[in-house]
């Protein structure tokens, strides 16, 4: 049976107490495709590699998805009412800033895709460390991902320059 609409301000009213940090997410539809709403703030600096495209729509107000294209860091903003797609493998970290709200759909995983979470080096851009899992439950997944990583110091060093790799973004500036 097919659902009803969904009717955004009403969803929002009655349950953005459901968006918390780290992530801010829920799946709203997680079928043909997974549809997740998002909200502000969080606090991540993973940048997450997911081998299906994802397509960013903010709803309200702006955020900065911080991306590795081609090598190179660099900050694609996204401002109210513009929509994005993120192309497959594309490492990127949503930032997502206090009362904003977005929607992110994704596709499906194949059985054999393995999603990767990772963090670069603020100081000098190393990989500091990597997470890989086949994605069954995205919210989850990653939380459990980004917590565990936040409570080992180890992980956390870099290898190159012994810099401690942050858990919030430094130096962002809202779009």
């Not at 301000?9 to 801010?24: R, V």
């Not at 993973?46 to 903010?58: G, K, L, P, S």
Request: with cysteine; proline share 8%.
């Amino acid at each position: 049976m097919l659902s009803s609409p969904l009717n955004m301000p009403k969803w929002l009213e009655e349950n953005s107490h459901l968006l918390k940090p780290p992530i801010n997410n829920y799946c709203v539809y997680n079928k043909d495709v997974t549809v997740m709403i998002v909200g502000g703030p969080n606090a991540r600096t993973d940048y997450h590699i997911n081998t299906t495209a994802e397509w960013f729509y903010q709803y309200k107000g702006s955020m900065l998805l911080k991306v590795v294209d081609e090598g190179k860091h660099r900050d694609i903003p996204i401002r109210e009412g513009e929509m994005f797609l993120l192309p497959p493998d594309t490492p990127h970290n949503p930032i997502r800033f206090a009362n904003t709200v977005g929607i992110v759909l994704e596709q499906p995983r194949p059985e054999d895709s393995v999603d990767t979470l990772r963090w670069y080096c603020q100081n000098c851009g190393e990989i500091v460390h990597e997470a890989s899992f086949h994605c069954t439950d995205l919210g989850s997944q990653i939380k459990d991902a980004v917590n565990a990583f936040r409570d080992d110091h180890e992980r956390r060093k870099c290898k190159n320059c012994g810099e401690l790799a942050e858990m919030v973004p430094k130096n962002v500036v809202q779009p």
